[in-house]
Structures are given as C-alpha cells and as structure tokens.
C-alpha cells in the first residue's frame, strides 16, 4: 500500500485549482487509485522525468471531468522502498506549458539521501 504525500506549492495549486474546477478532489482521488496499482503509471499519460535508485520523478495526465476530461499535469516522486509517493505540482496545461523544472531541482536535491 502506497503512503501519499503533498509539498505545500502542491496543496496551494490544488486549493486554487479546485476553486475553478469543482470535480477535482473526486478526479484526484481516482488518479491515487491507479497510482497504488501501478506507482509509476502505464500508457502514454505517464512519462519518468527523473529516475535513481532512490527515486523516480513522474510526469502524468489527470483527466478532469471538468474540463471534459481534458487534463491537467501532475508532477509527482515515487520512493519505491518505501512505498511512498509524494505530489510536486498540479498545473493546467492551457495556462502552462511545462512542469516547474526549478521546483523539481530543488525537491530532488532535498531528498537525496
């Protein structure tokens, strides 16, 4: 079973997020329950931006039902030893265009143990 996590720049966008779109806690809570079967996704909607022995940083797809299923980015890290999976960012990709690699930086020079 996987342990799910949040940095507070996730929790803000997702508070902000939600405010325009009000499916979103029920979408999300779907995108958890396919992450505890596969962690690191399958299909084309998921993509390992980052990969070590300690950690793979994923970039995925989150349908929202409203937007008519388009989707939102999810950035989000998988420590597969500890089964824990930690959410990074959550964007609209029509307000922008690529995940905050600066923030991925950062993150991953804070958990490299």
Not at 52 to 72: E, F, Y
Not at 90 to 112: A, C, H, M, P, T
């Amino acid at each position: 079973m996987n342990r799910f996590d949040a940095l507070a720049e996730f929790e803000k966008e997702f508070k902000r997020l939600f405010k325009k779109y009000k499916t979103l806690d029920d979408d999300f809570e779907k995108f958890k329950k396919i992450l505890v079967t596969a962690p690191t996704g399958v299909g084309k909607n998921f993509v390992i931006v980052y990969s070590s022995q300690i950690v793979k940083i994923v970039k995925a797809r989150m349908a929202c039902r409203a937007l008519r299923d388009r989707s939102l980015r999810i950035v989000y890290s998988y420590f597969e030893q500890e089964q824990r999976i930690e959410f990074i960012e959550l964007y609209f990709k029509g307000d922008k265009e690529n995940e905050d690699s600066d923030r991925i930086k950062e993150y991953l020079q804070n958990n490299q143990n």
